[in-house]
């Protein structure tokens, strides 16, 4: 899969704790190809979000090496890494973490300007994408003033903002009662798909895993 979004090769990560080791990750391989959506799946505790911590290149301590989008990234300097974030990588976590003091608009129109686009086009992207989540009659609302569903289909609608190859979402609806939770996934999942983007989604929800592409489980350190 020489077109690999993602490859990860023998990833490790471990963490100090009582004067005992900890490995976390014990030699990760895998490979998400372009538009693939890859469940990994694992109990609370089993090293979902640090894996998706590694791939975000989102803090150091790793080893093995990390490729994004063909750059091996896991030795770049950090200015390096924010920029493979910035031009590939967009992220929706359990929590929403909006900016609360702007609307939804804002919210999704922010990262794109720090990316450099202007506030015209960041604009007109943020209520397509908004609009594609039910979210048109929301736009000037602030997070306090959305549901929680609403919020994290704003998050969604961030990540996506800024067209990134790959979305890493950890337990996206983990915080949504089940019908909510079903029903922002979809959303998700067809945005995605239909942005082109591939996705790594982190669970512990064995029925929403089964809608995306494959499904990888993480148990004692390995992927199954």
């Known amino acids: ?48 979000s640090t894996m998706l911590q590694a791939v975000g290149l989102l803090e150091g301590g790793f080893g093995g090496s990390i490729a994004i989008a063909g750059t091996e990234a896991s030795a770049l300097p950090s200015d390096g890494r924010t920029r493979v974030r910035r031009e590939h990588l967009g992220f929706v976590y359990q929590f929403h973490h909006l900016l609360p003091d702007f609307n939804a608009e804002e ?9 450099g686009r202007g506030r015209e086009e960041a604009a007109e ?22 549901s929680g569903g609403e919020q994290q289909r704003v998050a969604v609608a961030r990540a996506l903002a800024n067209r ?11 915080n949504l009662d089940e019908h909510t939770a079903d029903r922002v ?40």
């Open 107 to 115: 919210n999704v129109i922010l990262p794109q300007l720090v990316a």
């Open 1 to 48: 899969m020489s077109d690999a979004v993602v490859r990860l090769s023998g990833l490790t990560r471990s963490f100090e704790q009582g004067g005992e080791r900890i490995d976390v990750l014990r030699g990760i391989d895998l490979e998400i190809a372009p538009g693939e959506i890859v469940a990994l799946l694992g109990p609370s505790g089993s090293g979902k």
């Open 125 to 146: 992207r943020a209520r397509e994408l908004l609009s594609a989540l039910g979210l048109a009659q929301r736009l000037e609302h602030r997070p306090s003033q959305l």
């Open 164 to 174: 990134p190859t790959l979305v890493l979402a950890d337990e996206p609806t983990g």
């Open 185 to 224: 996934l979809e959303q998700f999942l067809a945005l995605v798909r239909g942005e082109g983007s591939a996705a790594l989604v982190a669970t512990h929800n064995e029925r929403l895993a089964a809608k995306m592409d494959r499904v990888l489980r993480l148990h004692e350190g390995l992927l199954e």
